[in-house]
Structure formats: structure tokens, C-alpha cells
């Protein structure tokens, strides 16, 4: 099992510029999710979804999409990138929403210019 | 409102140092409070998840205990390799994640 992998690794983008975040899981997870995280300020939610083609919006959701079409990925949309995106994201899975652990990936840091 | 309060924010031990990480939370009905362990540049790694006031748990220098209202993480004789941000976690009332505490960065120094 490779768990949860994300792609890119780093990725530097000029203002204004699009991209997405890739993220899959081979553990067969209904619960996927994207978080944030700013330093000092912890994991915060961005968007999660209860399963294939279901979604909804976490606490700072505005300035990105998702879409869950498969039950293995979880890609993340930045449209309009601003220099206040610039974080590290991590995406995370679990079978059971609020009782079993989150399996978190090895994160993207990103940068906006 | 959920809330979950860490604290130490940063912690500097020496090797062997014994001591204990707080996380305090308030939430309507508790379903298990997680703790994880984050290297730099890396994703939280899963340690423990206790789920009632009294239970403890244990895996090698840490222990991981819970009460009504917090949650402590006592580390005994720690390593250099024990240096790393620990995280705790709870699930957010009425929804389908979990809320994060900002974390305490422990640093062992040899």
C-alpha cells in the first residue's frame, strides 16, 4: 500500500496563474479531505468529500474546487492564484469520518509570486 | 464552539528530560481525541486516538493519557529523535472532520 500520495512535491506560481493538486489513495477510504496548513496557525480545512462525485466546503474554502470522481483521487483546483494561497497542503483519508484515524499524504508546498 | 488549545507552543528538553504536552479541548459530546506526530516538511503520522476520560495509551518513550476536559502526552527520557511538532486532534461536533490544535514543537537536545 502506498497510502496517500500527492503530487507535486513544490511548486512556485505567478499571481494570477491556475494549477491542481494531485492526491490519491489506495486504501480504499470513503472520506477524503484537503487541508492547509500556515505556520503557527495548525490544519485547516479546506474541502472534504464523503465519497465519489460528493463534496463540501471546509473552513476556508474560497479560491478553490474539487471534484471527486473515483473514490481513489482528490485532486485540488487554485484558480487566480494570490500570494495568500501560498501554503503547504496536505491531503488526508479515512474510512470512518469522526472515529477512525487520518491517513495524511507527504504534502505540497507551494509558493505564489 | 469546538476548541482545542495546545500548550507549550515550543518545548526545548535535554536528552533524558522528562515532561508532559497539553491539549485542551472543548467540544459537545466527545468521540475520541487523536494525537500525531509531524516531522518537518513532512504530513502528521498517527500515534494515538483515546476515546474515554481514564484510558491511556503507550508506544515506546510516549503515553498518551485523557481526562474530561485535556489531554496530556507525557514523554519519558526522550531522544533527539523524539524532536518534532505533535498535533492533536478531535472530531468537529456535527461534522465529518476533525479539528486541529496548532501544536507543540518539542526540541531534545543532546
Known amino acids: 500500500n502506498a497510502g496517500v500520495t500527492q503530487t507535486p512535491k513544490f511548486r512556485i506560481l505567478k499571481i494570477g496563474q491556475s494549477m491542481t493538486l494531485q492526491c490519491t489513495q489506495d486504501?480504499?477510504?470513503?472520506?477524503m479531505y484537503w487541508y492547509r496548513q500556515d505556520p503557527g496557525m495548525g490544519l485547516k480545512l479546506i474541502y472534504y468529500s464523503v465519497g465519489a462525485g460528493i463534496t463540501d466546503k471546509g473552513e476556508v474554502p474560497n479560491g478553490y474546487n474539487v471534484s471527486r470522481s473515483t473514490t481513489e483521487d482528490f485532486p485540488l483546483r487554485l484558480e487566480l492564484a494570490a500570494p495568500s494561497q501560498t501554503s503547504v497542503y496536505f491531503c488526508?483519508?479515512?474510512?470512518?469520518?469522526?472515529?477512525?484515524?487520518?491517513?495524511f499524504g507527504p504534502g505540497t508546498r507551494l509558493t505564489v509570486l | 464552539e469546538d476548541q482545542v488549545t495546545q500548550s507549550p507552543e515550543a518545548l526545548r528538553l535535554q536528552e533524558g528530560e522528562s515532561s508532559s504536552l497539553n491539549c485542551s479541548y472543548t467540544?459537545?459530546?466527545?468521540?475520541?481525541l487523536f494525537w500525531y506526530r509531524q516531522d518537518p516538511g513532512k504530513g502528521p503520522e498517527f500515534l494515538f486516538t483515546l476515546y474515554s476520560a481514564g484510558e491511556e495509551k503507550e508506544k515506546e518513550r510516549l503515553k498518551a493519557t485523557l481526562t474530561k476536559k485535556e489531554s496530556f502526552l507525557h514523554i519519558t527520557a526522550p531522544k533527539p529523535e523524539d524532536s518534532a511538532t505533535y498535533l492533536c486532534a478531535v472530531p468537529k461536533t456535527g461534522a465529518n472532520n476533525l479539528f486541529f490544535g496548532t501544536g507543540t514543537r518539542l526540541t531534545v537536545i543532546p
Open positions: 488526508a483519508s479515512t474510512l470512518q469520518a469522526r472515529t477512525d484515524t487520518q491517513y
Open positions: 467540544v459537545s459530546g466527545l468521540r475520541g
Open positions: 486504501m480504499n477510504h470513503n472520506y
